[in-house]
């Protein structure tokens, strides 16, 4: 008889594809693909963050009745009473000679549903498909501008993906202190919303006199500084420019040495600012950042070029921060956290020790029991037990899978659940040696045997494996993932392998016929 | 010659009559199942954030930690009145449980409770898991829909590989054991997470193997024994497969108590479920699953006639087959 038998050389064929693929994970290598470890294992940030995409779509009304102020003004167009209340826009046309005018502009922005009353009064809202559409592009905009300032900031290796209609998963690791861990929540929250308003001079006087309530009948909003001085400034409602028209923006400093940060405008909104200066010297511009006031400089000219600057007390880390979220652009929509699972490294640290130690233990109690119990047998089961942890890390490296605390749980699990397609064939071997079945055959007939249950029982344990994948989160999946990776496997090296090498062995097994050094029985 | 003993623990030769005492047994898990269900009404599962919301904050010190003086502090604000606070594997840790969540991303609950507990000592948050109600609920409609799912797929599964009996027969084993393990999980006050519910899940899918594997020698029987009382040919299946299914429960015992040992405390939870798990469903699959096939009254004869059947019907096909290929249709 032949020794090499094809079972044998697929055996043969799997080892070396799992000592190749899983030596740069066991070995940590620099070069090929490994396994890299769960948050869970290394530390790091997982955060779940929901959308409120609500406001995107009032933000989005706003800025609409920001453009339709300015079209009004550029054009001399009278109108009065211009307000958006509950996502609806109103505004009454004084001129009725205007109104083919207004019309042809408002026309030209899709998705609205306008109504005019006999008296001109417009009242203009988004369609509902306008608004599913701007509720998407929110969330996606919300992830790109988080995956930008992460990026910016020099984490390693962020992601932020959406997951569902409104939420996105954000994953930090290499997260090393509370601390850092802070800032980095801070920067993705941060909404980074750059406004610039004018200062209602006509009844500036009257700020710390005036409700809110009274405040918006005159189109006004109360604003406070951002130093906590309780200064307040009375601003109209609808901003001059919105940070949707910055360009860039960088940390400077001023004369008195203070972090800045410099910005730059588009060409449409350095007109839009330049228009607003021109008119309005003499006047007070109001800076304001995620609505506090930063800065409310006296416009002396004209300012040309779409340049300005913030100032207001800022320690060069926040300004730094800031310059990041205002480049990166704002948030179109303020971001809530549903779900937050931070691991420190040290705790990560602990866990892989922890899960190490039992999966060595449990690894050896399992190999010296099969030995002692069934003599050579066992030998050849530990085998394959031992090309299959070897194909499960090759495996999970290949598709750059993570390993999480649950999933080395979960291999924990494979090798003793691995030894059970041997048990069940080393079982059905000794009992037909018991009845007198030459060696040979009884092996044969053991294997074939043993294969129905075996094949009934695996097919069962991975229907249930993914459907944990399926319906699981996070770590989770990772558990499915490796035993999954580990049943496919044990398939290939307990079953197959083994059966190889009884079939390269038998001239020897049958040659020497002891059956208590080969199968430990009598 | 004590070695040889103990590697044939079992002799397979030995048929033991589980059959007989099927009724003791089957009482015994009606009682442990009753006991269980008693548990799970009246104490209740000690839902886990995962599932409940809420937030955990595990805190380590560098000398031993002072609970007490944490426990004043947290109890004398608004916010964290209701927080408990417990040691976590050593005394230098601690787990503080909070039952509400905080949805602002700048300034969660981990900072806030980091500031408060500056005066009393040094020390370092390793863990922050903070789930709000949304995700709470979210996560415990999944749970349930894996269970579910889970059980529905064995169903049909077995089914279409064994017949309807059997199918229905691992379901009520798997039930069994699963109500027996939540049932032990109330009983000691586990915090059902879920790495408890992929516990639950494995433990589903370890006891049906021990069953199928059972069943399996049963199919066999059926097909090839002549016995025709099917009392016989369980109990000479189960014994039959006894040697296999306690070994295999023995290394998987083996692994899952060193996890339960040294795996450390974030899986002591996941190790403790499934170390109840691998004994009641060993358990099960030697002294229930197969009392449930009897108890359903499971008739060789019939399967007998069917299995002929099919078989005639396949002859029958093949037959027709061969004369229309040799042209004589």
Do not use: C
């Not at chain 1, 070029?305 to 926040?318: A, M």
């Not at chain 1, 922890?354 to 089961?381: R, S």
């Not at chain 1, 499960?392 to 999480?404: E, K, P, Q, Y």
């Amino acid at each position: 008889m032949k020794i090499l038998n094809y079972r044998l050389v697929i055996f043969i064929l799997s080892i070396i594809f799992g000592v190749v693929f899983a030596i740069p994970s066991f070995l940590q290598t620099d070069t090929g693909k490994k396994i890299s470890l769960g948050l869970d294992l290394q530390g790091g940030l997982h955060m779940l963050l929901g959308v409120q995409t609500n406001e995107a779509v009032t933000s989005k009304i706003k800025t609409m009745t920001t453009s339709i102020k300015y079209f009004a003004e550029d054009e001399e167009i009278l109108i009065e009473d211009l307000s958006f209340k509950n996502d609806i826009i109103n505004f009454i046309l004084l001129d009725s000679d205007e109104m083919a005018k207004v019309d042809k502009m408002l026309s030209e922005i899709k998705g609205l549903d306008i109504q005019k009353s006999e008296d001109l009064t417009y009242n203009i809202t988004l369609q509902p498909a306008q608004i599913a559409l701007t509720k998407d592009l929110a969330v996606s905009q919300a992830v790109e501008t988080i995956r930008n300032r992460l990026d910016q900031f020099g984490l390693s290796e962020p992601t932020v993906i959406r997951q569902g209609a409104e939420d996105i998963v954000v994953e930090l690791p290499g997260i090393k202190t509370a601390a850092e861990e802070k800032a980095a929540r801070e920067l993705i929250s941060k909404p980074a919303n750059l406004e610039l308003m004018a200062i209602d001079e006509d009844k500036a006087d009257q700020v710390y006199t005036l409700t809110a309530s009274q405040a918006s009948q005159y189109g006004d909003i109360i604003l406070e500084k951002n130093d906590g001085s309780g200064e307040k400034y009375l601003v109209k409602e609808i901003p001059i420019l919105d940070g949707s028209q910055i360009i860039d923006a960088q940390v400077a400093f001023d004369q008195a040495n203070q972090p800045i940060i410099n910005f730059t405008l588009n060409s449409s909104g350095a007109k839009i600012f330049g228009d607003f200066t021109a008119k309005s010297v003499g006047k007070r511009l109001a800076v304001v950042l995620d609505g506090t006031v930063y800065s409310a400089p006296n416009i002396n000219e004209r300012i040309g070029g779409g340049r300005g600057q913030i100032s207001g007390g800022f320690t060069l880390v926040e300004a730094g921060n800031v310059a990041i979220a205002l480049r990166s652009g704002a948030l179109p929509a303020s971001v809530k956290m549903l779900e937050k699972r931070s691991v420190g490294p040290s705790l990560g640290a602990d866990s892989i020790q922890a899960a190490m130690l039992a999966l060595i233990l449990g690894f050896i109690l399992v190999i010296v029991f099969m030995v002692l119990y069934y003599g050579l047998a066992g030998f050849i089961a530990n085998a394959a037990l031992i090309t299959n942890i070897f194909i499960i890390v090759a495996v999970m490296a290949m598709f750059g899978a993570t390993l999480t605390l649950p999933g080395m749980a979960g291999i924990v699990l494979t090798v003793g659940m691995a030894v059970d397609a041997n048990v069940i064939i080393n079982e059905r071997v000794r009992e037909l040696l018991r009845q007198g079945m030459s060696i040979p055959k009884a092996i044969e007939d053991g294997y074939s045997n043993a294969m129905r249950a075996i094949l009934d029982a695996n097919i069962t344990t991975l229907l249930v494996a993914v459907i944990l994948y399926m319906y699981g989160t996070g770590p989770i999946k990772g558990f499915a993932v490796t035993i999954s990776i580990g049943i496919l496997a044990s398939m290939l090296t307990a079953i197959l392998g083994t059966h190889g090498i009884y079939d390269a062995l038998m001239p020897k097994i049958t040659k020497s016929k002891n059956l208590r050094k080969w199968f430990g029985i009598k | 010659m004590v070695w040889y003993k103990i590697m044939e623990l079992f002799k397979t030769d030995t048929i033991y009559n589980f059959m007989a005492k099927r009724l003791p047994f089957m009482g015994l898990s009606a009682l442990l199942i009753l006991a269980s269900l008693g548990l799970l009404v009246t104490k209740g599962l000690n839902f886990g954030i995962d599932f409940a919301g809420g937030t955990i904050v595990q805190v380590k010190y560098e000398q031993k930690a002072p609970i007490d003086k944490i426990r004043t502090i947290l109890s004398g604000t608004a916010e964290f009145q209701d927080a408990s606070i417990t040691e976590f594997g050593s005394p230098e840790e601690i787990i503080i449980r909070i039952t509400g969540s905080s949805a602002d991303l700048a300034n969660d609950i981990g900072d806030e409770i980091s500031v408060l507990l500056k005066p009393t000592g040094k020390f370092e948050v390793r863990r922050v898991d903070i789930v709000g109600p949304k995700v709470g609920g979210e996560l415990r409609e999944k749970g349930l829909m894996a269970l579910a799912l889970s059980l529905l797929v064995i169903l049909i599964y077995v089914s279409f590989r064994f017949e309807w009996r059997f199918a229905v027969a691992s379901i009520f084993a798997l039930v069994h054991d699963v109500t027996i393990a939540l049932g032990m999980i109330s009983l000691f006050g586990v915090d059902v997470n879920l790495d408890i519910l992929a516990a639950i899940l494995t433990i589903l899918g370890y006891s049906l193997n021990d069953t199928i594997i059972v069943f399996d020698r049963i199919r066999e029987g059926v097909q090839k024994s002549h016995k025709s009382v099917l009392e016989d040919v369980v109990n000479e299946s189960v014994s039959r497969t006894l040697s296999r299914t306690t070994l295999t429960s023995l290394t998987t015992f083996f692994v899952v108590v060193t996890l339960f040992i040294f795996g450390g405390e974030i899986i002591h939870g996941f190790a403790f479920t499934m170390l109840v798990g691998v004994v009641v469903g060993t358990y099960s699959s030697i002294f229930i699953a197969a009392s449930f096939l009897v108890q359903l009254k499971f008739s060789i004869a019939d399967f007998r006639s069917k299995e002929a059947e099919k078989l005639k019907r396949q002859k029958e096909k093949d037959k027709m087959r061969a004369m229309y290929e040799q042209g004589t249709v």
